[in-house]
């Protein structure tokens, strides 16, 4: 029998919570990478801790990969819990 091995991510009994967000064109965003929102447009690319536009403050992590390379699209992001800071 095959043995499936899972990634917990998550490492708090904390309640997970998800939320829908625009994702900026012109990127590829791995799953549960942290992000964060353009001041600006409201979009969400990955947290970047040395910008100045809003994207210096981390809100959420991926829930998948977020395949926006073709145009800005909408996609779930967790945006609160306790999550496993080695993955």
Known sequence: MPVLNHEQYVSDERQVT????????????????????????????????????????AIGLTVFDVEAAGGAIDASYHDGGCFNPEL
Not at 25 to 48: C, F, H, M, N, Y
């Open 18 to 57: 998800t939320n829908i967000g625009k994702f900026a064109a012109g990127q590829t965003v791995l799953k549960r990478v942290p992000i964060a929102r353009v001041t600006d447009t409201g979009e969400l690319k990955p947290w970047s801790p040395a910008a100045t536009d809003g994207t210096e403050k």
